[in-house]
Every structure is written in C-alpha cells, then in structure tokens.
C-alpha cells in the first residue's frame, strides 16, 4: 500500500514555504507562492507517468522521443481555496481537464458543507490530482475523494501546501489508496482547527478577505 503523504524536502519548495508563513504577506505575494509551488508539487506528483515512445521529424531527421502515454488528468481545486493553485498546475499539465468541488467547512463543527460540483466526464479512466493549500483535520479532502470515487475514479491524489498530522491520519484511515503531496507537514491544530504553525486562512490570504477565525 504507497504512502499515503509524501513531504516533498525539495530545497526550493522548503524556501519558499518559508516565505508564505510571513505574517504580514501580501495577497500578491501569497498568490505567487502558492503558484510556483502547485508546479513543484505537480512535477513531483507526477513523476510516475509512464512514458512511450514516438518517432517525430527532427531538424537532423528521424528522432525517437518520449511522450507521456495517453493518460488523462483532471485537476479538481476545491473552492475556494485551491483555485490559487490551479494555474501552477495547469501550467505543468496544460491539456487537463478541471472539475470543481466546492466545500466550506463550518468554524464550529468543521465539518465540510458541500455548496457545488461540476466534474468532468471519463472519469474512471483519469488521474484525480485534488489541489488545496490545506490538509487540517482532513475532513474536507476526504469528502472529495469520497465523490470521485463515487464518479468512479480510482487513481485519487492530493497536493497541499501544509498538511497537519491530523489531517494526515484521517486521509489514511478513510483513504489508504490516495498519495497526497505535502511542502510541510506541521505540528498540529489549535483549539478552532488551523494549522499550527501554518498559513493561517488560506482562502483568505489568495482572495484578500478577512474573517479572522483563527484565533
Ligand atoms: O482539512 P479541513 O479541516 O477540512 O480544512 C481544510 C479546508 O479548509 C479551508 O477551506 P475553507 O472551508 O475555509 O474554504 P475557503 O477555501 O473558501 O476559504 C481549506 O482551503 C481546506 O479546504
Ligand atoms: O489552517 C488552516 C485550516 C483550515 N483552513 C485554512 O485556510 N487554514
Ligand atoms: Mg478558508
């Protein structure tokens, strides 16, 4: 059975999750980091994708080369959130599909209240690739993995930013199939469910709201 979190130690990706953890970060700064680190995570996520080859007409003549083979990928940011790393991944994988989920968890119970899906077809013969800055209590990816299963997909991953040992856990008991890749994996949840030492709102910081229910 693979691993089910995978911390990527990548020095770039370590850096700049640094830089993402500045309290007083700009939206525009966040939204760039968040970015270029859903490439990282994608090229590492994928690392997997076999390849064949194929014959194309070089300037020199005939040359064998490798291309992905034929595997279809959706990617499916769950709203709000995961939308700031949609166009990191999309720019690694610039033919997938993108399915949308839309979840917000309730600042009192932290369950996940599902608002809105939109999937695309085919999916039993895709690879899922979940993107969501946070893993907290895991409540909100397992919900989604929960519905692509129910659409019939069955190769599931996730990438997040910062993944909390919580969340890490739930993930693995309800989902031991699904690898998810992580830039950090933190401490723990404070008493209201965020990330210790973590970003703080996520949603917040790539849409430039404010509703502090951290503390
Ligand atoms: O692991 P969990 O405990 O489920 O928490 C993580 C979820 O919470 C945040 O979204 P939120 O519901 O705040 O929505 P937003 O993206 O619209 O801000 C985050 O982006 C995850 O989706
Ligand atoms: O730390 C957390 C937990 C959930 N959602 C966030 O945006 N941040
Ligand atoms: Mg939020």
């Not at 691993?3 to 939206?27: F, N, Q």
């Not at 008991?173 to 404070?190: E, F, K, M, Y």
Request: contains cysteine; hydrophobic residues 45%; glycine residues 8%.
């Amino acid at each position: 059975m693979p691993m089910p979190v995978i911390a990527v130690h990548h020095p770039l990706v370590r850096h700049k999750v640094g830089l993402l953890r500045e309290a007083d970060i700009s939206t525009k700064k966040f939204r760039e980091l968040t970015g270029e680190l859903a490439r990282l995570l994608a090229y590492e996520a994928t690392a997997d994708f076999p390849l064949e080859t194929t014959t194309v007409q070089c300037w020199s003549g005939p040359a064998e080369v490798e291309q992905i083979a034929g595997r279809k990928v959706t990617v499916v940011p769950i709203l709000r959130a995961g939308l700031g790393m949609l166009d990191g991944v999309l720019d690694m994988i610039p033919n997938a599909k993108v399915s949308v989920v839309g979840l917000a968890r309730n600042h009192d119970t932290l369950q996940p209240e599902p608002y809105f899906e939109k999937f695309v077809g085919h999916l039993t013969e895709r690879t899922a690739l979940i993107i969501d800055p946070m893993l907290a209590t895991g409540g909100s990816m397992i919900a989604t993995v929960d519905m692509l299963k129910r659409q019939g997909c069955r190769d599931i991953r996730a990438l997040v930013l910062v993944a909390a040992p919580e969340g890490i856990a739930a993930l693995d008991a309800a989902h031991p199939d699904v690898r998810c890749w992580t830039a950090a994996i933190d401490s723990h949840l404070n008493e209201v469910g965020y990330i210790i030492p973590g970003l703080g709102d996520a949603g917040d910081k790539i849409f430039g709201t404010k509703d502090d229910n951290t503390k």
